[in-house]
C-alpha cells in the first residue's frame, strides 16, 4: 500500500484507504474518489505541482497534499475497471 504520490506514471491501482476528517473525505467523494475505485496515473507535475489522474473516464487534477492521504494499491492491468 502506497500514497497516490509515490504511484508511478500510467499506473493502475485502487483506493484502500482515504486519510482525513469527514469533510475531506466527502470532498473527495464528490470527485468520485472513494475506497475501493479503480485508477490510473496520468501525471505528476513536479515542484509540488498537481497530480492528474484518470478515474470513472474522467480525469481530474489533485494537490499534492490531497494526493498524499490517498492510500492505493497497485492493480494489474486486467483489473482496471474505471
Given at each position: 500500500m502506497i500514497s497516490l504520490t509515490k504511484?508511478?506514471?500510467?499506473e493502475n491501482a485502487v483506493i484502500v484507504e482515504i486519510k482525513g476528517g469527514l469533510g475531506f473525505k466527502k470532498r473527495l467523494e464528490s470527485l468520485n474518489?472513494?475506497?475501493g475505485k479503480?485508477?490510473?496515473?496520468i501525471s505528476s507535475a513536479p515542484f509540488h505541482g498537481p497530480v492528474v489522474i484518470e478515474i470513472g473516464g474522467c480525469k481530474?487534477?489533485?494537490g499534492q497534499g490531497m494526493a498524499s492521504k490517498i492510500l492505493v494499491e497497485v492493480a494489474?492491468?486486467?483489473?482496471?475497471?474505471?
Amino acid at each position: 500500500m502506497i500514497s497516490l504520490t509515490k504511484l508511478s506514471v500510467g499506473e493502475n491501482a485502487v483506493i484502500v484507504e482515504i486519510k482525513g476528517g469527514l469533510g475531506f473525505k466527502k470532498r473527495l467523494e464528490s470527485l468520485n474518489l472513494r475506497k475501493g475505485k479503480s485508477l490510473r496515473k496520468i501525471s505528476s507535475a513536479p515542484f509540488h505541482g498537481p497530480v492528474v489522474i484518470e478515474i470513472g473516464g474522467c480525469k481530474i487534477a489533485i494537490g499534492q497534499g490531497m494526493a498524499s492521504k490517498i492510500l492505493v494499491e497497485v492493480a494489474h492491468e486486467n483489473t482496471f475497471n474505471g
